[in-house]
């Protein structure tokens, strides 16, 4: 926007010379449109903005100096989607025609019409850089979504791994207790029906050991 201005500007004062007769007014004409330019640009008051354009155009329809500066002037004014600026300007290209050489309004028009577009590019440019920023904002929070869902996915995967784990380790321990359980019984049995059968009171003796040992391990 600001290249826009001084673009703009140095147009505008490209057609100093032609007014050459009336410098007093030429120069505050001329401060008066930065001026307001200035303001407009920093500002961004639609109030304000409606104010000192139409104090501008009306000024130029009184001296025809401030004529010359008009397209600087109605650069901001030349919002999309407005009509009372296009009203405006062709009111105050008409006072032009009645105060300036024809040649002269037809310049100031042209550069009229360049405001006018550059005011429409600089506008697409600024919303295509908030769409972008949008955009990767938007982008950047997907990417933290993902991130943080990728992670609560591989915690669950753990933690069904581990669940897994601690379901195999109790089945085998479930399926020892009862095989070697079983075979401990067994044994028991088998050393008791062995000491029946048997007389000798050595091996009775070492018999019993072996049953208490185990009936220990049971």
């Known amino acids: 926007a600001i290249v826009d201005r001084v673009l703009i500007w140095a147009c505008c004062a490209a057609l100093l010379p032609q007014r050459a007769g009336d410098a007093t007014a030429v120069v505050v004409a001329m401060l008066t449109a930065v001026t307001v330019s200035g303001l407009n640009g920093y500002l961004q008051s639609p109030m304000l903005r409606l104010a000192s354009v139409t104090a501008y155009t009306a000024a130029g329809a009184a ?11 109605y650069y901001d004014a030349f919002e999309p989607n407005q009509a009372w600026p296009l009203l405006a300007a062709a009111a105050a290209l008409v006072a032009c025609l009645t105060g300036l050489p024809a040649n002269t309004s037809l310049m100031v028009a042209a550069l009229m019409a360049a405001a006018y577009v550059l005011k429409h590019r600089q506008v697409a440019l600024h919303r295509s850089r908030a769409e ?3 955009l990767r904002d938007s982008s950047h929070e997907l990417t933290m979504m993902l991130t943080q869902r990728n992670r609560e996915l591989i915690e669950k995967q753990d933690y069904e791994v581990r669940l897994a784990m601690l379901g195999e380790r109790s089945r085998i321990a479930r399926e020892i207790h009862d ?12 050393v008791g029906a062995i000491m029946v059968a048997q007389r000798g009171d050595e091996l009775r003796q070492s018999l019993s050991a072996l049953r208490d040992t185990l009936s220990q391990a049971m």
């Open 63 to 73: 001296w025809p100096s401030f004529c010359l500066f008009l397209p600087l002037v």
């Open 132 to 134: 972008l920023k949008h």
């Open 179 to 190: 095989h070697v359980g079983h075979l401990l019984s067994r044994s028991i049995l088998q």
